[in-house]
C-alpha cells in the first residue's frame, strides 16, 4: 500500500508563494505519474501539475507560468511551487501517484489565498 504525505499549505497572501511537498513510502520511480489535484468547495476536483515517470510535466491552463512541479528522486518527493497565488488557487491540494489505473491520494493540505 502506497502513503503519500503531504505539506506545505497554509495561509498567504494574494502574489505570495508556496511549497507543497508529497513524500511518498516508496520508490517513485514505482510510479507511472505522480501530480497535484485540487478541488474548491462546490466545485470538482481539477489537474494541476503532474510529472510522469519520463520528467515529463503537465500543467492546468491556469497556472501555467506560475507552478513549477518537481521531484527529488532521492528522498521520493514531488513538489509544487506555488507562485503569483491568486485567490481562485484557494483549494484543498491533494497529491497522487499512479500505477497504471490505479490511483493513491494523500490526504489533501489545505491552501488559502486571501488578504
Known amino acids: 500500500q502506497v502513503q503519500l504525505v503531504e505539506s506545505g499549505g497554509g495561509l498567504v497572501q494574494p502574489g505570495g508563494s508556496l511549497r507543497l511537498s508529497c513524500a511518498a513510502s516508496r520508490n517513485i520511480f514505482d510510479f507511472n505519474s505522480m501530480g497535484w489535484y485540487r478541488q474548491a468547495p462546490g466545485k470538482q476536483r481539477e489537474l494541476v501539475a503532474d510529472i510522469n515517470v519520463g520528467g515529463v510535466t503537465n500543467y492546468a491552463d491556469s497556472v501555467k507560468g506560475r507552478f513549477t512541479i518537481s521531484r527529488d528522486n532521492a528522498e521520493n518527493t514531488v513538489f509544487l511551487q506555488m507562485n503569483t497565488l491568486e485567490p481562485e488557487d484557494t483549494a484543498t491540494y491533494y497529491c497522487?501517484?499512479?500505477?497504471?489505473?490505479?490511483?493513491?491520494w494523500g490526504p489533501g493540505t489545505q491552501v488559502t489565498v486571501s488578504s
Open positions: 497522487y501517484a499512479r500505477i497504471l489505473r490505479n490511483y493513491n
